[in-house]
């Protein structure tokens, strides 16, 4: 039996929510992956009283292996025409286009409708901060994180 948590197939679908989020804008595989790890990890960020993946010692070490499911996931969305990509000076940047439109607009669960609130609440969260800062802090936190635990 297949796993789809955590996969590439769970993965595209945040992608997708997230972008529609962001469909003024292009955005990078970085922040569509910081965007994912607030939004699932609201509680640490203190933009929600719970974390959507419930608590989890080590929720700071998936953010690499997040990264890496984000990376793929965009690509598998390209290749299937629901998102574009745009290069710029800073590497490719990704819009949803009428065909994720079209898609996004089937998901119909409270997990769907709960992650995209978190996902507006991350986007205000982020709203002031470059990109290079997010990483950052989201790299601090999980420093702390560590340290806190002894680790």
Same mark, same amino acid.
């Given at each position: 039996?297949?796993?789809?948590?955590?996969?590439?197939?769970?993965? /595209?679908?945040?992608?997708?929510?997230?972008? /529609?989020?962001y469909q003024d804008t292009h955005i990078s595989t970085d922040t569509i992956a910081a965007i994912d790890f607030i939004s699932i990890y609201g509680a640490e960020f203190e933009i929600s009283d719970t974390n959507l993946h419930g608590d989890n010692i080590f929720k700071f070490s998936e953010f690499?292996?997040?990264?890496?499911?984000?990376?793929?996931?965009?690509?598998?969305?390209?290749?299937?025409?629901?998102?574009?990509?745009?290069? /710029?000076?800073?590497?490719?940047?990704? +819009?949803?286009?009428?065909?994720?439109?079209?898609?996004?607009?089937?998901?119909?669960?409270?997990?769907? +409708?709960?992650?995209?609130?978190?996902? +507006?609440?991350?986007?205000?969260?982020?709203?002031?901060?470059?990109?290079?800062?997010?990483?950052?802090?989201?790299?601090?936190? /999980?420093?702390?994180?560590?340290?806190?635990?002894?680790?």
């Amino acid at each position: 039996m297949n796993n789809i948590f955590n996969s590439t197939f769970e993965v /595209s679908l945040r992608i997708l929510i997230i972008l /529609s989020e962001y469909q003024d804008t292009h955005i990078s595989t970085d922040t569509i992956a910081a965007i994912d790890f607030i939004s699932i990890y609201g509680a640490e960020f203190e933009i929600s009283d719970t974390n959507l993946h419930g608590d989890n010692i080590f929720k700071f070490s998936e953010f690499t292996s997040r990264r890496t499911l984000i990376q793929q996931g965009v690509k598998k969305l390209v290749l299937q025409n629901l998102i574009s990509v745009l290069p /710029s000076e800073d590497g490719f940047t990704y +819009h949803i286009n009428n065909n994720g439109r079209k898609y996004i607009n089937l998901f119909e669960s409270n997990y769907a +409708h709960t992650y995209k609130e978190m996902c +507006h609440k991350a986007r205000q969260f982020i709203l002031n901060r470059t990109e290079k800062d997010v990483l950052k802090m989201i790299n601090e936190l /999980s420093i702390y994180s560590l340290k806190k635990r002894g680790i």
